[in-house]
Structures are given as structure tokens and as C-alpha cells.
């Protein structure tokens, strides 16, 4: 997303200006002529002001969650939408979340729809929450479009927490593992060189293998972390690159472990996001503009854009994503099902469903295999480098 300064005149003759985020320059004039406003000037900047950039993720995961909770709560109670905000604004005691509350509150005590003052605050409010909150004020839904955003914020949430979680304890296995090798090898096996030396017994080839490793770790072992660093540096700095980094998430889609789990989570992700929007009476093409952006692999990122072209064109989204499955068939073949039946936003929420607990499954699967599977290795590699040390001295031993 780019950054665009504006200046405009509102239905009034007032003049607006401030920030905004769009896709590109025409994105950004097609958001302020739906306002009704006059454009004067726009212009690309570097990244959001400095107030948007201090209050960045004020009210950021479980905050925002809670912020939508809350507020669809009020209107339920039949509260009026700037006095629900006054009262959040009491019950919030973070000084950047306050603030934040505070000119949202302003705003709409000026008139102004809340969609226009979420809007009005840069990056901190995503796009789908911002098209959401428009959707349901438009269809005077407001409070059940808040009570489906949260629901939505709060599975992603979860799904998120989830796979941070069930990743902790191997990551921490693997540099434990890596760390003891490199121990060993570096510092432990080299004592042993000038010992083997000295007492001039033969030494067997697997030991020979071990010294001259660990020697070699010993003397250039910074130099090969060095080296590492470089490389996952370069490989950072090539993945900038749009088409080399659509070509890298394509093929880690087809690693037969890896692949269809992540598929699973990225079929839920979109899913999930494309029929909570259509559910809340976003057009079909808007919501896919939006989904693109929720999309961390590229090249189902790629692909979305090409199903909003081939639904422009009056085809399905079904064939869309059909033509080059990136998705699951089960995924593809549900959201026909839904398109055949009228009913495409149900379909996709519940593939949401079906592919958060498929996700869920495939990760805990894959713990279960992964820990013990890098305690054998951790154990053997251990075993080996003890036997490479112990051979020397028991055939030492035997000749005595």
C-alpha cells in the first residue's frame, strides 16, 4: 500500500486535507471522490506523518478486538454511536490507544461517519476493517458488521496465536541442537587432536572426519556464521524483488510437508476474510481488491488479482482459482458449490471453518512428528561424536 497526501473540498466547500492509504494514486482519488469531495492536489509520500507512525499499533491484536467488542456492545444497548465512544474512551488507560479513541470521537462528534474517522487515521485501521464498518453503516447494520469484524479479528487472532505457539518449542530445540553441536565440534573435539597426538595410536577414519571438523569449526567457525548471516541477507534483500519472491512462495506452496499446510492456513485466512465481506454487503470485486491485501503468500496474492480480472470478465471464482490451483480442491470445489447455490458468502466462511480445524490438525501432526524426530537426530549426532572421541582410547586400552 502507498502513502498519498491530499488536499480536497468537502460537500460543504471546506477544506479537507490529510493522509490516506490506496494501492496506487487512482485507488487513492476513487476513496476520496465516494466522500463526495473535490480533490485540489494529491501527492505519493514516503510513509505515513509522524502521528500515524507514533500511534501505529495503539490498539493493535487483542486491543482492536476488544475495541470492536465493546463498541458493538454499546449500540446494541442502544447507546448512540459518540456517546459509546466517550464511554470507551473512559475505560481506555493505554495513552496511545486514549488518544486514538479520543480524535475518532471528535470526529464523529463533528459529523463525520465513523468509517470516514477510522479511515482518517492512516495505517492504524486495515482497509477490511475500514470497507466493513462503511458496509454496515451503509446498510444501517452497523452493530451486527462490528459484532462479525470481531469475531473475524478474534479466529485470526487464535489462528495466529496458534501457529506462534506450536512454533516456539521446536525453534527453541533446533539452535539448542545447533548450539551443542557447534559447541562440541568447536571447542570440545579439539582437545582431543594434540591427546590422539601424543599417544600415537591409529586413529579410525570416522575420528579422523570428527578432529578435522571440529578443527576446522575451531579455526574458521566465525567466519562460517559470517557467511550465513551474508547469505540469509542476500536471500532477503532478492526476495524484495516481486517476481523472485512470487516464484519463492509458488514453489514453497509445492513442498509436499509444508505445502498443503500452508495452503490449509491460507485457504482459511481468505476464505474467512472474502465471505465475512461479502456477508456484510461488500460487492464481490471490492472484496477481492481487499482480500489481495490479507494474503501473505504472493503468489496467491497474484492469483487473487488474476480472479478479480476473470470475474470482471463474467467468470466464476471458482474456475478463477481453478485455472492454476494454488488452493486446496476441497476449497475450490465448495466456493462452485456456493456460487451454484446463491449462497457464496456462507460456503466461504464455512470453508474457513473446515480448513481452520484442517490447519490446526496439520500442525499438531507436524509437532508430533518434528520433536521427536530432532531429539533422535540431536541424540545420534551426539553418539557419533562420542564414538569418534572413545574409539582412539579404547583401542589404546586394548593394546595395553
Not at 131 to 153: C, F, I, K, P
Request: proline share 4%; with cysteine; net charge positive.
Amino acid at each position: 500500500m502507498a502513502h498519498f497526501k491530499y488536499r480536497a473540498l468537502d460537500s460543504e466547500g471546506a477544506t479537507q486535507q490529510g493522509s490516506l492509504e490506496a494501492a496506487d494514486q487512482n485507488g487513492a482519488v476513487a476513496l476520496l471522490q465516494k466522500r463526495g469531495w473535490l480533490l485540489l492536489d494529491i501527492s505519493a509520500t514516503s510513509g505515513p506523518g509522524l502521528r500515524q507512525a507514533l500511534n501505529r499499533g495503539a490498539l493493535g491484536g487483542a486491543a482492536l478486538v476488544s475495541f470492536t467488542q465493546q463498541l458493538a456492545t454499546l449500540l446494541g444497548a442502544g447507546q448512540p454511536l459518540e456517546r459509546s465512544l466517550g464511554i470507551l474512551l473512559k475505560q481506555t488507560h493505554e495513552p496511545k490507544a486514549r488518544a486514538l479513541v479520543e480524535r475518532i470521537r471528535e470526529q464523529v462528534k463533528a459529523g463525520k461517519p465513523l468509517s470516514q474517522a477510522l479511515e482518517e487515521e492512516g495505517g492504524q485501521f486495515s482497509t477490511l476493517y475500514i470497507s466493513m464498518v462503511r458496509a454496515g453503516e451503509a446498510g444501517g447494520a452497523l452493530e451486527n458488521t462490528l459484532r462479525q469484524l470481531s469475531d473475524y479479528l478474534e479466529r485470526s487472532q487464535v489462528l495466529r496465536g496458534e501457529v506462534i505457539n506450536a512454533l516456539i518449542y521446536p525453534i527453541f530445540l533446533v539452535v539448542g541442537v545447533l548450539g551443542s553441536l557447534a559447541l562440541l565440534l568447536a571447542y570440545v573435539v579439539p582437545q582431543f587432536v594434540p591427546i590422539f597426538r601424543d599417544l600415537g595410536v591409529p586413529i579410525p577414519l570416522i575420528t579422523q572426519v570428527i578432529l578435522g571438523l571440529g578443527e576446522f569449526l575451531s579455526a574458521w567457525g566465525l567466519m562460517v556464521l559470517a557467511g550465513l548471516i551474508a547469505l540469509v541477507w542476500g536471500t532477503a534483500l532478492a526476495l524484495r524483488d516481486p517476481q523472485r519472491r512470487q516464484r519463492h512462495d509458488r514453489r514453497i506452496l509445492a513442498i509436499k510437508v509444508i505445502g498443503p499446510l500452508l495452503q490449509r492456513i491460507e485457504a482459511a485466512r481468505l476464505a474467512r476474510t472474502l465471505g465475512t465481506l461479502l456477508s456484510n454487503g461488500v460487492a464481490l470485486l471490492q472484496a477481492l481488491l481487499i482480500v489481495r491485501q490479507v494474503c501473505g503468500n504472493r503468489a496467491l496474492r497474484a492469483q487473487v488479482l488474476q480472479a478479480t480480472d476473470w470475474v470482471k470478465g463474467g467468470g466464476t471464482l471458482a474456475s478463477a482459482f481453478g485455472e492454476q490451483p494454488l488452493l486446496p480442491d476441497l476449497a475450490i470445489q465448495m466456493i462452485e458449490v456456493g456460487e451454484q447455490a446463491g449462497e457464496l458468502d456462507q460456503m466461504l466462511l464455512k470453508v474457513a471453518d473446515v480448513f481452520d480445524v484442517e490447519a490446526k490438525r496439520g500442525i499438531d501432526r507436524m509437532l508430533a512428528a518434528l520433536v521427536p524426530t530432532l531429539t533422535v537426530v540431536m541424540a545420534v549426532m551426539v553418539a557419533v561424536i562420542m564414538l569418534a572421541i572413545m574409539l582412539p582410547l579404547m583401542s589404546l586400552t586394548s593394546n595395553i
